[in-house]
């Protein structure tokens, strides 16, 4: 589909969705959940297109995600995760969404029956772990990107995700912390520079 920020996308019916999903409830990995049915049939803009995310599990650094994005206010609640508060922004595979007119008759949503019984019963690793998209990233996104993958950035200017000047300065930013990392492996401490921090130079 291309999507770029700002896109007016609608989110499929229970049905269309349902047909895209494994046994597991996913799609590529990735898990359509309980708290996403509510946005069944509802109009929303791309915030951002997610074809990169930071491993925050493994710390792993950057890894790819395929044709995913992020919907302007789409967070999730939580209420079939224990009531959990984080609040995160929820994942949407493109296929589970279509591009719209603003002067399109929008279509009354039609629930599924079969799609909230899938979902829940998939809420649970265990008795005392959920599952949601957090949990099940890295096999959502199993590739790492590299910060050199040049490509990326280009991504984030065409997609609308940032501006050129912004991409820039974050680019350089990893480019000196990359530095400041390699200079505290081979020079003596007395040539690092500030100490050899990271960008921000903060200690802890």
Same mark, same amino acid.
């Given at each position: 589909?291309?999507?770029? +920020?700002?896109?007016? +996308?609608?989110?499929?019916?229970?049905?269309?969705?349902?047909?895209?999903?494994?046994?597991?409830?996913?799609?590529?990995?990735?898990?359509?959940?309980?708290?996403?049915?509510?946005?069944?049939?509802?109009?929303?803009?791309?915030?951002?297109?997610?074809?990169?995310?930071?491993?925050?599990?493994?710390?792993?650094?950057?890894?790819?995600?395929?044709?995913?994005?992020?919907?302007?206010?789409?967070?999730?609640?939580?209420?079939?995760?224990?009531?959990?508060?984080?609040?995160?922004?929820?994942?949407?595979?493109?296929?589970?969404?279509?591009?719209?007119?603003?002067?399109?008759?929008?279509?009354?949503?039609?629930?599924?029956?079969?799609?909230?019984?899938?979902?829940?019963?998939?809420?649970?690793?265990?008795?005392?772990?959920?599952?949601?998209?957090?949990?099940?990233?890295?096999?959502?996104?199993?590739?790492?990107?590299?910060?050199?993958?040049?490509?990326?950035? +280009?991504?984030?200017?065409?997609?609308?995700?940032?501006?050129?000047?912004?991409?820039?300065?974050?680019?350089?930013?990893?480019?000196?912390?990359?530095?400041?990392?390699?200079?505290?492996?081979?020079?003596?401490?007395?040539?690092?520079?500030?100490?050899?921090?990271?960008?921000?130079? +903060?200690?802890?």
């Amino acid at each position: 589909m291309n999507l770029r +920020v700002g896109d007016l +996308v609608e989110v499929r019916s229970e049905a269309e969705i349902l047909a895209t999903l494994d046994e597991r409830g996913e799609l590529e990995s990735l898990p359509f959940m309980p708290e996403m049915a509510r946005f069944c049939g509802r109009r929303m803009t791309v915030h951002k297109v997610a074809h990169k995310l930071c491993d925050t599990i493994s710390r792993s650094g950057m890894r790819r995600m395929e044709r995913a994005v992020h919907l302007t206010g789409a967070r999730c609640d939580g209420e079939a995760h224990g009531g959990c508060q984080t609040a995160c922004s929820l994942y949407w595979k493109e296929a589970w969404l279509r591009r719209v007119d603003p002067d399109e008759p929008q279509a009354a949503p039609e629930p599924e029956p079969a799609l909230l019984p899938l979902l829940l019963a998939r809420t649970r690793k265990d008795a005392d772990h959920y599952s949601c998209q957090a949990t099940e990233l890295l096999r959502a996104a199993p590739t790492c990107l590299p910060f050199r993958d040049l490509g990326q950035y +280009v991504t984030d200017v065409r997609s609308g995700n940032a501006g050129v000047g912004s991409v820039v300065r974050t680019f350089l930013v990893g480019l000196f912390n990359r530095f400041q990392e390699f200079s505290k492996k081979v020079l003596p401490r007395r040539l690092w520079f500030r100490r050899g921090l990271r960008w921000g130079f +903060v200690e802890g």
